[in-house]
């Protein structure tokens, strides 16, 4: 069964960092394209940063520079490393895959046909 199972959300104040993490199941992993995406309450979901099958890294620019999307293919798992978190950062998280090479439009939701069930980041001020 494919499956996507995200951990290390919580509540941090502003300033602060976190970890997510990203466990993949029941698919080749290294041979899927992966992605972080987030959706605010009120808010359309929107892609934070991605790896492309090349290696190539995408990131969104309201995260760019304080983010780092990592993965470990012993481990079959994705991560997000966020720091200098505030408040615009709170929303559900979410790991997204697909067994495509995805280059354009990496950051669209629609690229992707596996999705995580989210973990919650919350930012307070």
């Known amino acids: 069964q494919v499956q996507l199972v995200e951990s290390g959300g919580g509540s941090v104040e502003t300033g602060g960092s976190l970890r997510l993490s990203c466990a993949a199941f029941g698919y080749a992993y290294s041979a899927y394209s992966m992605a972080w995406f987030r959706q605010a309450p009120g808010k359309e979901r929107e892609g934070v940063a991605a790896f492309a099958l090349d290696g190539r890294t995408t990131y969104a620019e309201s995260v760019k520079g304080r983010s780092t999307i990592s993965q470990d293919y012993a481990k079959n798992t994705l991560y997000l490393q966020m720091n200098s978190l505030g408040p615009e950062d709170t929303a559900v998280y979410y790991c997204?895959?697909?067994?495509?090479?995805?280059?354009?439009?990496?950051?669209?939701?629609?690229?992707?046909?596996?999705w995580g069930q989210g973990t919650q980041v919350t930012v307070s001020s």
């Open positions: 997204a895959a697909s067994p495509t090479n995805v280059r354009v439009g990496i950051l669209a939701a629609s690229r992707y046909s596996i």
